[in-house]
C-alpha cells in the first residue's frame, strides 16, 4: 500500500507557476506533520515548506511569498503552489510526512517528482 504519492513535476519556464499534489493515506495524513523537501545534485536535501504537527506552517527563506503550501484534509491531501519559479528551484521533490504516534515517530516519503526550471 503506498502511503505517500507526489505528482505534478515536469519541465517548465521559469516565471511559470504549477503546482504539486502529495496524496498520502487516511491513517498517515490524520496523524502526520507534512512537509515538501527538494532535492539537488549540488545540495542537501532541505526543507521548503511544511505543517508542523502544532499546525505551524513554515517556508525556506528562498521561497518564502513566492510558494505556498495548503492541505486538503479530507482528499488526505496537501499541495505545493509554486509561484514565479526560478531555474534554481529545479529539483526533485519530496513529499514527507512524520507520524506521530504514542511513543515513537515514524516518517513516510514519496518517490519525489522532478521539477526542471528552465530560463
Known amino acids: 500500500q503506498v502511503q505517500v504519492a507526489e505528482s505534478g513535476g515536469g519541465s517548465v519556464q521559469a516565471g511559470e507557476s504549477p503546482r504539486l499534489s502529495c496524496k498520502l493515506s487516511k491513517e498517515v495524513f490524520n496523524r502526520s506533520a507534512m512537509f515538501w523537501y527538494r532535492q539537488t545534485p549540488a545540495k542537501e536535501r532541505e526543507r521548503v515548506a511544511g505543517?508542523?504537527?502544532?499546525?505551524?506552517?513554515s517556508y525556506l527563506d528562498s521561497v518564502r511569498g513566492r510558494f505556498t503550501i495548503s492541505r486538503d484534509d479530507p482528499q488526505g491531501a496537501i499541495y505545493l503552489q509554486m509561484n514565479r519559479l526560478k531555474p534554481d528551484d529545479s529539483g526533485v521533490y519530496f513529499c514527507?510526512?512524520?507520524?506521530?504516534?504514542?511513543?515513537?515517530?515514524?516518517?513516510?516519503w514519496g518517490l519525489g517528482t522532478q521539477v526542471n526550471v528552465s530560463s
Open positions: 514527507n510526512a512524520v507520524a506521530i504516534y504514542d511513543n515513537y515517530q515514524r516518517p513516510f
Open positions: 505543517f508542523a504537527a502544532d499546525g505551524r506552517v
